[in-house]
């Protein structure tokens, strides 16, 4: 069983910079692939970002130039730095693990709410 536990959502000024955290524990896992989804009210899940173990990463075409994913596999932990935030950013964010063994678990998930 993989627990996600996320951090660093909250209130930004549109074209301010937030940086979400997630970290996985457990044990008899490994992690293929971690990321990002976000979902408004009323709307579905959407990816917002994601890494593959060996590096590869992808985006969501609305946030690239403005938000970045990293990842520790030593700490088995994700982040997503989002820069020049936008009102349309405005969501529950969630982090996401896809295993080798081919199952997924998801966070709790975080507020990100970009208004003045």
């Known amino acids: 069983q993989v627990q996600l536990v996320e951090s660093g959502g909250g209130l930004v000024p549109p074209g301010g910079s937030l940086r979400l955290s997630c970290a996985a524990s457990?044990?008899?896992?490994?992690?293929?692939?971690m990321g990002w989804y976000r979902q408004e009210p009323g709307k579905q899940r959407e990816l917002v970002a994601a890494t593959i173990s060996g590096g590869s990463t992808n985006y969501r075409d609305s946030v690239k130039g403005r938000f970045t994913i990293s990842r520790d596999n030593a700490k088995n932990s994700v982040y997503l730095q989002m820069n020049s935030l936008k009102p349309e950013d405005t969501a529950v964010y969630y982090c996401y693990a896809f295993t080798f063994a081919s199952r997924d678990y998801w966070g709790q998930g975080t507020q990100v709410t970009v208004s003045s």
């Open positions: 457990g044990s008899g896992f490994n992690i293929k692939t």
